[in-house]
């Protein structure tokens, strides 16, 4: 074993993705090496991006999504910024599908995938939809308090007969699943007649991710499977039988620049560590874009100018958002996210 595959003692079981998640082709290019057991790949079938593992679903469950959602559901959380972050994710959704999200019919029924604490179905219920979510996370309880409710169910797996809905949103959720298709087609199914879904994606295609290699945060390696593109988050869509209205990703300054600034502050962490006389040596405590949070510095820096920085980040994007999608467009191919607005293909 060397040095870039060797695993320390504590990491977690890793599952390995011996073929395509959208395709099924087990021919691949290597793009980023294995570190942990888990490296990046291009599908030469269907010109995908995927890890070639992920860590155990207990392991995700317990120290990553659990200890998180503990956290969000602490009283010191700012969850008025985040809440004002959905609010305007939800003002991009409503622009992007022409104004049909933010007039629903009376009794429109919303299903939010992997809601959390509810903060987006809260939007969607002030707009007049009855709101549902689907939430597997200790997160989900906070959503249900809020009065929402809330089903803990595998989309790969599972369908309990939810009916149908006038909207479906599913946002930084399809890159987890290990068959993304088949969470698609679960989404398809669920679509009432006229009705839209809004599914929102990382973008492989990111402008500074290359500046930062495997170590980008937005990767989550362990986490996150695929990584799409515009071409292949299109297809994926189309095998689904999801045929999209809109795919916008227009650049935007301050989300862009976040996990620049995170995955630099990861570094700079690890470095002092590794300064530090008889440092221990590199663990996966931080697995899946969790590596502030895996250290008290860490911590210490994101409750001290953690809020200032993100409120400086949203206000550029606020300011300069509309400028930038008037200059560069909003399919721009190099965003930071990929969103789309689509409905069920017609049989």
């Known amino acids: 074993m060397t040095a870039a595959t060797d695993a320390p003692t504590d990491a977690p079981t890793v599952e390995p993705v011996d073929a395509c998640p959208v395709c099924g082709a087990r021919d691949a290019r290597p793009l980023l090496p294995e570190v942990h057991r888990i490296g990046v790949v291009r599908c030469q079938g269907c010109d995908l991006v995927h890890a070639t593992g992920h860590y155990a679903a207990t392991y995700l469950s317990e120290s990553y999504y659990g200890t998180r959602a503990r956290q969000r559901q602490s009283p010191t959380q700012p969850s008025a910024r ?7 994710n939800v003002e991009l959704y409503d622009r992007l ?23 987006l179905l809260d939007v969607l219920r002030e707009l007049g939809y009855r709101t549902e979510g689907i939430e597997r996370s200790p997160a989900g309880a906070q959503a249900q308090a809020a009065g929402h409710e809330v089903h803990a169910l595998d989309i790969e797996v599972t369908d309990l007969g939810l009916g149908r809905f006038d909207l479906i949103t599913m946002t930084h959720v399809l890159e987890h699943l290990r068959e993304p298709v088949r969470g698609l087609v679960w989404i398809r199914r669920h679509l009432a007649p006229g009705g839209l879904a ?24 362990g986490d996150h ?55 221990a040596a590199p663990t996966v405590a931080g697995v899946a874009g969790d590596r502030l949070r895996s250290s008290k510095q860490g911590r210490r820096w994101q409750r001290l100018a953690g809020p200032l920085v993100v409120r400086g980040l949203d206000s550029l994007d606020s300011a300069l958002g509309p400028w930038l999608e008037g200059v560069f467009g909003a399919h721009c191919a190099w965003g930071a996210n990929l969103v789309v607005v689509a409905r069920a293909h017609a049989q």
Do not use: M, Y
């Open 198 to 221: 809004v599914i929102e994606v990382p973008n492989w295609g990111d402008l500074l991710r290359p500046l930062w290699g495997r170590r980008f945060r937005p990767l989550e390696l």
């Open 97 to 119: 599908s022409g104004g049909r999200l933010g007039r629903p019919r009376a009794g429109a029924r919303a299903l939010d995938i992997g809601c959390d604490t509810g903060l």
């Open 82 to 88: 985040d809440a004002d972050r959905k609010r305007r």
């Open 225 to 279: 499977i695929s990584f799409f593109e515009r071409a292949t988050f299109t297809a994926a869509l189309t095998r689904a039988g999801l045929e999209p209205e809109i795919l916008w990703s227009a650049p935007q300054i301050g989300t862009s620049l976040a996990p620049s600034l995170l995955t630099a502050a990861d570094l700079a962490l690890e470095l002092r560590r590794q300064l530090r006389p008889g440092h």
